[in-house]
């Protein structure tokens, strides 16, 4: 996949990650959202590179194909138009993977994590999940921003959500406050609930729902983008939108 193969991919999905990780995670003594640091600095790490690698993955290929025209050229094709937007997603939700498994590996073999077997899955889904977010996101970016704006954006999303959610510290006071209508946040409150077998306890919006609720949201990109870019047949009810236009032909036969 040429996407694995890009080097800026490689930089913040896998390498920088990594690199915080040895650098901080076995560092820190102290305890983070009611688990050791080190733990909490694995979820962090796992869900910044798996989002990083969703975010910055794709939003630039998508963007240039929409300005050659060869967005506009799959209406010619047989292809359902939300066909393009799965294929996307499902393209960047594979760059996900390494992040996420190298860094739990990390913090079970260097950060001297131990946890219960179940728990190591269930994290891992639970990081994997929240980057579907993003995924949508950068097809959104992709189809909204020229080439040349995507990167800029995209960086300026990445920074944003890394740390209101309580990626690179733990995020307390206003920036707690705010941090807890993100993503990025309800992942790593949802990993370090797992740890602390928190999950049953009546906190909702540190729940899998509250990762959920982010893709659910009106107005998420993920509703709009073939609309935006004329892919569905004008007049199609919302809940139609993956139908793709057609060719109508009336041939009259004469008896």
């Known amino acids: 996949m040429r996407v694995m193969r890009n080097r800026r991919y490689f930089i913040f999905t896998v390498a920088f990650p990594v690199v915080l990780y040895l650098l901080v995670g076995r560092q820190v003594s102290a305890t983070a959202y009611g688990v050791a640091f080190g733990a909490y600095y694995m979820i962090a790490m796992s869900t910044f590179g798996a989002f990083s690698g969703a975010l910055n993955g794709n939003a630039q290929r998508i963007s240039q194909e929409k300005k050659d025209g060869w967005i506009r050229q799959l209406r010619l ?34 950060g001297n994590v131990h946890l219960p077997a179940w728990e190591w899955p269930v994290i891992a889904v639970t990081v994997w999940f929240g980057s579907t977010i993003f995924a949508a996101l950068a097809v959104a970016i992709g189809y909204r921003f020229a080439p040349e704006q995507v990167q800029p954006v995209a960086f300026t999303v990445y920074f944003i959500f890394a740390i209101l959610g309580g990626l690179w510290f733990p995020v307390t006071g206003f920036l707690g406050k705010v941090g807890k209508f993100t993503p990025t946040y309800d992942a790593v409150k949802i990993g370090t609930d797992v740890i602390q077998g928190a999950l049953r306890a009546s906190r909702p ?51």
């Open 77 to 110: 094709t047989p292809l359902p138009a939300n066909a393009y937007v799965v294929s996307k997603v499902l393209v960047s939700l594979a760059t996900t993977v390494p992040a996420i498994v190298i860094v739990l590996l990390l913090g079970r073999f260097y």
């Open 205 to 255: 919006a540190h729940r899998p729902g509250g990762l959920a609720r982010h893709l659910h949201r009106p107005g998420h990109p993920r509703g709009a983008l073939h609309r935006r870019d004329g892919l569905t047949r004008p007049g199609c009810p919302a809940g139609l939108s993956g139908a793709r236009p057609g060719i109508r032909v009336t041939v009259n036969v004469a008896a």
